[in-house]
């Protein structure tokens, strides 16, 4: 959702801002906009266009040249539409304090009315806008731009991230959060606030943690955290991990394809270190925690619930604990029964996913301890869970989630060996050959990444297409609905996955001459792989043209037969899922979609 920087320090303020907004576009935007401190008492400096950062950019004159700080913001439309007027910052009425914002306000409708008696004039639709004036109105009072954000928090309702300047304080910015993120970067001199670190990574990686309900503000050299009391308080210090090169697109044509070919290497990282020499699992995370678990429940949201479910079938086969997987944005609205004894894990790539946080301190509330698997350090989710399996899928910058799907996936087939280990529900034998088959999978992944040109070509004769369906079972139905998923998303074509045993009970109706049919098969030694052989017959014989994802066990008479190493079956999907993502690719390409950045969509959902 909105992108937040804010720059103070030595360098030009501008092109340091502007930077950061490109670095932040991946998370999904439809207008951008900044503000720039002069000298003291001067004028801010502000611009801001509807539409991507290159309209933004031809609004600039030179007069922005100089400034030493500054914010700046891509905006993802809530209240109001995405035109100029709406744009962030907001300024107010005085033209004296800009302000950005990431979140809802919700009691912007009752603040709206009260300035409005005090005879400010309001020039969007935004809830933001609200902030902007009552900020300035206790600025104008104490002069004191961080003392006048935690009057106005503490009057705010809903999340926000918050940044502020004043052209009374030019090098000084303020920020403040809540329920939304906002991490800081300290540099030599000059110092950022983000709404992620990769608006920064490429000048610093040392990060300040900033907790909830809390005030920053930041000069070049000097950072201050404050409660909304005003009582200095002590932010989480971090090290970034990532390389600043990762979040780059590196010669591909999109960070989407960059990221699918990554993947080897990601599983790799997920891996590292979680298998001692004579096959013991590790998993310090979750013995952290010392925990009796006699459930576990899953919450998540989109491709992070298809790992969930996923992840469901290793855990119960393997550690014979009962496992639920539910959509976060369900469960933290329900009154569930949970005990002492239930593992709650909630799977984020961002970290920041507002239902998914919600639902982890529902489950707190509850009683429930709560591990994440999150692949962004400092961020929301991983700050509050018990404890945290970090993911290492390194940077995910297109909205489209792949690496850090099967990163997760694999981190969750960790954590079921593990528990399987302490339950002793698998023999040390049995155990030595699931690491080896999951040792085996970056290299499985790469194989398929070598022969994906015949993919790639066949899936463009498909790009007229109306509707694509999926079909799975066991593992290969999360698969599925991840393949459907993928494909919406991207392509923006109609897209479903189903069991294969529901087809009959129902979706078989869709079904017309010519549908395509994805099917994954299991590997021929499955109880299920007769199933499926008959649910491919089912749809050829009313016309379908089905695509099979399949090993070489299972011989196949049809045209299109996509091949994936073999290994064991329920590690399966973490294979068939690639040809999947390279299928939704190659067909947002094919019709022109924009790949990275899909059309409504953002990369970290921090609003409900
Ligand atoms: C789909 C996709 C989304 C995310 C979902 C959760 O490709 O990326 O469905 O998986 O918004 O995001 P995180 O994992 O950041 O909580």
Redesign the pocket.
């Given at each position: 959702m909105c992108g937040i920087i804010g720059y103070t320090g030595a360098s030009p303020a501008l092109s340091m801002v502007i930077d950061s907004l490109r670095k932040l576009e991946y998370r999904g935007y439809d207008s951008a906009g900044i503000a720039l401190t002069g000298k003291a008492g001067e004028k801010l400096i502000v611009a801001k266009r509807a539409g991507k950062l290159s309209n933004l950019e031809s609004a600039l004159t030179s007069d922005h040249a100089d400034s030493l700080s500054g914010i700046g913001h891509t905006r993802w439309a809530t209240h109001g539409g995405p035109t100029d007027e709406n744009a962030h910052p907001h300024i107010s009425s005085d033209g004296k304090v800009a302000v950005i914002h990431n979140g809802i306000i919700e009691n912007y409708i009752e603040l709206k009315a009260e300035l409005e008696k005090r005879g400010h004039k309001f020039s969007s639709q935004t809830d933001t806008e609200s902030v902007a004036h009552l900020l300035s109105d206790e600025f104008n009072l104490s002069k004191d731009l961080a003392d006048a954000m935690r009057k106005v928090c503490k009057r705010l309702r809903g999340s926000f991230t918050l940044l502020a300047i004043s052209s009374d304080s030019p090098e000084v910015i303020v920020g403040a959060r809540r329920n939304s993120p906002l991490v800081v970067g300290l540099g030599r001199g000059e110092n950022f606030l983000a709404s992620d670190v990769s608006a920064f990574i490429a000048h610093t990686k040392s990060a300040l943690e900033l907790g909830q309900d809390q005030v920053v503000q930041v000069s070049p050299d000097v950072v201050l955290v404050t409660d909304l009391d005003g009582k200095q308080v002590s932010a989480k210090p971090f090290e970034i991990t990532w390389d600043a090169k990762a979040a780059e697109r590196g010669g591909y044509t999109h960070f989407m394809l960059k990221e699918i070919f990554e993947q080897p290497k990601a599983i790799s990282e997920t891996l590292l270190g979680r298998f001692s020499n004579d096959s013991k699992v590790i998993c310090s995370e979750l013995a952290s925690l010392n925990l009796d678990i006699d459930r576990i429940l899953i919450l998540?949201?989109?491709?992070?619930?298809h790992a969930g479910l996923i992840g469901k079938y290793a855990i119960e086969q393997w550690s014979k604990i009962a496992v639920d997987v539910e959509l976060a944005s369900e469960f933290r609205y329900r009154k569930p029964f949970l005990t002492a004894k239930t593992l709650v894990i909630t799977?984020?790539?961002?970290?920041?996913?507002m239902d998914?946080l919600m639902a982890a301190r529902h489950a707190k509330e509850l009683g429930a301890a709560t591990l994440s698997i999150c692949?962004t350090m400092g961020s929301s989710?991983a700050r509050e869970s018990d404890a945290v399996f970090y993911s290492h899928a390194g940077p995910e910058i297109a909205?489209?989630?792949?690496k850090?799907?099967l990163t997760?996936i694999v981190a969750l087939k960790v954590i079921a060996l593990y528990l399987a280990q302490n339950n002793k529900s698998l023999s040390s034998a049995q155990i030595a050959k699931i690491i080896a088959e999951l040792l085996a999978l970056p290299n499985k992944v790469e194989e398929i990444l070598e022969t994906v040109e015949p993919l790639r070509a066949m899936t463009r004769g498909f790009k007229d297409a109306t509707s694509v369906l999926f079909l799975g079972r066991n593992v290969g139905y999360p698969a599925a609905l991840e393949g459907a998923?993928?494909l919406k998303?991207l392509a923006y074509m109609h897209a479903e996955g189903f069991a294969g045993g529901e087809l009959k009970h129902g979706p078989i109706a869709l079904i017309e001459e010519g549908t395509p049919v994805i099917a994954i098969l299991p590997p021929a030694s499955s109880a299920i792989s007769e199933k499926m052989l008959s649910n491919i017959q089912e749809v050829r014989a009313r016309g379908a043209n089905v695509i099979a994802i399949a090993d070489a066990s299972t011989p196949l008479d049809l045209k299109h037969v996509i091949r994936i190493p073999s290994c064991d079956e329920l590690l399966q999907s973490i294979l068939a899922i690639v040809p999947l993502q390279v299928f939704a690719y190659e067909m947002a390409v094919a019709r022109g979609n924009d790949v990275d950045q899909p059309r409504n969509?953002a990369?970290?959902?921090t609003v409900e």
């Open positions: 998540a949201c989109g491709t992070a619930y799977i984020s790539q961002s970290g920041e996913t998914t692949n989710i909205v489209a989630s792949t850090a799907l997760q998923l993928k998303e969509l990369k970290s959902v």
